[in-house]
């Protein structure tokens, strides 16, 4: 089985979910968000995890879209808490429905992926439920941490990359681990697939951060620039105030506190400012880092070679995409 | 074991309970709320069903505070949508922190509810999750029928009672539904207790509505007529609005939609209405049904009389409180 097979069998089995049918505006906003797509990175992971050690896929199914309702959950609740009108190039819940709606069709998209890992067998339920619930705290620290880092004067990269961490990094280590343990793989290597997971994701955040600064325009995703507009604090900026010092520190704190600016004259200022500090280097290394983690414990893992190879095909494609 | 050593249990055990440390504000929250007390009534109601069955309820204890976890995560999330200040007479969570800490604290709060859950026994801990799951999307189910009624012209009699039944009394019947399920009675008993939960639970927020009109204002917690001056949709208003006709359907529409009025008069008028049409009396009868039926499924149970009797004078106790 290829990545993009799973993907087919992903989607295939999204589009049979209901969730649940009366009231409407509880259930609909769930399939309204589930059909905008994404690239179901967190439950092809599953499948990947999962192939590992068994041909059996299809156990791990329904316990693979748990983690994808997982996560479209957190992006609704997430999207509430920080105004946003766009998800995935269409209006959010909130902004479709209200904000009571999101708060409420989120709850019961939580307690539907609690059901969706139901089809767990009876004795890997515990386990699996107790390391989703471990997770799934983590994921809502990782939020909390970040919305409160926005009103904070100072974040050290250290509580930046915990964050991140928690945050993001977490769930992708729990999609593997959850694949592996559905395929009956040993604890330990359950529990390395989860560090595989955590260091591509905290190598991927990374990647995000510094694309935006660094990525062709055409390329990336989203607008070049987007966070050094927002005075976001992405582990370049937060590198950037802990080298700094005056007078380009003086001239970074300017830009920070400016109201009233040309745009693109502020992200070439910040740019050329994160250039002289070496700031893009610094992140590229530590990315770099977490990948080679990832995949040498990937190498590492006693599982068949040619099994591995998909998962390490998987994701170095992941990690060489521009978005 | 009676019901206020079962609650000086539960009430230790949940000062016990620290959900979580970092960040503070995540957990705090819950703390917060779930030290605001309250009878623990559902809680209360898991170990009366597990004594039922079993004289070990101590292994009921951390599922039963799941319940109530579950019970305080809907009051954390209601209290935001319906932007309600006090709760319990302290300021809602939403309030003394804001909302968006609200909707995290909550999210985890429900997280943490199926951790306590995890504690179920191997072979009971499937069909107790998939039981609750069910009912945490039913309680979610009754909340949004109850905010989609708050806009809605005209609401019948039997869309009411099924939105009390979900909002409410579900969850009463799952509390009893779980001790019994863990006391290790049959499915066919655990069925017949959830139905005596949802019967009380029903007669219950009946009481409720009926209490704000005709309640002894000094028995009674709230102010009596809150309801009336809210113009909020309960039995007695729905009923009303069935069984009025021309003049005093005119007479009752110009009271909900007068704006300025006398408080004293609108009550003082709208209970005459209530009088004249007989909403007390009807809305009294419903509530004795569901009670009489509650104690006869309480009777027919195949249980040992001795432990039946605890239960029933907590039930008698409960519907004849006058709050």
């Given at each position: 089985m290829?990545?993009t097979l799973?993907l087919?069998?992903l989607?295939r089995?999204?589009?049979?979910?209901?969730?649940?049918?009366?009231?409407t505006d509880?259930y609909?906003?769930?399939r309204?968000?589930?059909?905008l797509?994404?690239?179901?990175?967190?439950?092809?992971?599953?499948?990947?995890g999962?192939?590992l050690y068994?041909?059996d896929?299809q156990?791990?199914l329904?316990?693979?879209?748990a983690v994808?309702?997982?996560h479209?959950?957190?992006?609704?609740?997430?999207?509430?808490m920080?105004?946003?009108?766009?998800?995935?190039g269409q209006p959010?819940?909130?902004?479709?429905?209200?904000?009571n709606?999101?708060i409420?069709?989120g709850?019961?998209?939580?307690?539907?992926?609690?059901?969706?890992?139901?089809?767990?067998?009876?004795d890997?339920?515990?386990p699996v439920l107790?390391?989703?619930?471990?997770?799934?705290?983590?994921?809502?620290?990782?939020q909390?941490?970040?919305?409160a880092?926005e009103?904070?004067?100072?974040v050290?990269?250290?509580?930046?990359l915990e964050m991140?961490?928690?945050?993001t990094?977490?769930?992708l280590?729990?999609a593997?681990?959850?694949g592996a343990?559905?395929?009956?793989?040993?604890?330990?290597?359950?529990?390395?697939l989860?560090?595989?997971g955590e260091n591509?994701g905290?190598?991927?955040?990374?990647?995000?951060?510094?694309?935006?600064?660094?990525?062709?325009?055409g390329k990336f995703?989203?607008?070049?620039?987007?966070d050094?507009?927002?005075?976001?604090k992405?582990?370049?900026l937060i590198?950037?105030?802990?080298?700094a010092?005056?007078?380009?520190?003086?001239e970074?704190?300017r830009w920070l506190?400016a109201?009233d600016?040309?745009p693109?004259e502020?992200v070439?200022?910040?740019?050329?400012i994160?250039?002289?500090l070496?700031v893009g280097?610094?992140t590229?290394?530590?990315?770099?880092q977490y990948?080679?983690?990832?995949?040498r414990l990937?190498?590492?893992?006693?599982?068949?070679p040619?099994r591995?190879?998909?998962?390490?095909?998987?994701?170095?494609e992941?990690?060489?995409?521009e978005?």
């Amino acid at each position: 089985m290829t990545p993009t097979l799973f993907l087919q069998a992903l989607d295939r089995e999204i589009a049979l979910q209901r969730y649940g049918d009366q009231p409407t505006d509880l259930y609909e906003p769930i399939r309204y968000l589930m059909a905008l797509g994404g690239k179901r990175l967190r439950p092809v992971l599953t499948l990947l995890g999962a192939s590992l050690y068994t041909d059996d896929w299809q156990t791990a199914l329904r316990p693979a879209i748990a983690v994808e309702v997982f996560h479209n959950f957190t992006l609704m609740h997430d999207d509430i808490m920080d105004r946003a009108p766009i998800r995935r190039g269409q209006p959010t819940v909130h902004e479709k429905w209200n904000a009571n709606t999101a708060i409420l069709s989120g709850d019961v998209m939580l307690v539907q992926a609690y059901e969706l890992l139901l089809d767990a067998p009876a004795d890997l339920l515990r386990p699996v439920l107790a390391r989703f619930n471990r997770t799934a705290a983590e994921v809502c620290e990782g939020q909390q941490w970040d919305m409160a880092f926005e009103s904070r004067e100072t974040v050290s990269e250290a509580e930046y990359l915990e964050m991140i961490r928690l945050k993001t990094a977490v769930l992708l280590g729990f999609a593997l681990e959850l694949g592996a343990t559905l395929g009956r793989a040993s604890v330990a290597d359950a529990a390395r697939l989860r560090q595989i997971g955590e260091n591509i994701g905290l190598g991927f955040q990374l990647k995000d951060d510094y694309l935006d600064v660094y990525g062709e325009p055409g390329k990336f995703g989203k607008r070049v620039g987007g966070d050094i507009l927002a005075n976001k604090k992405t582990f370049l900026l937060i590198d950037a105030l802990e080298k700094a010092e005056s007078p380009i520190r003086a001239e970074l704190d300017r830009w920070l506190a400016a109201n009233d600016y040309n745009p693109v004259e502020k992200v070439e200022a910040v740019t050329a400012i994160y250039d002289r500090l070496g700031v893009g280097k610094t992140t590229e290394t530590l990315m770099n880092q977490y990948f080679t983690n990832a995949f040498r414990l990937l190498d590492e893992l006693p599982a068949e070679p040619e099994r591995k190879a998909t998962l390490r095909k998987f994701a170095e494609e992941l990690i060489g995409r521009e978005r």
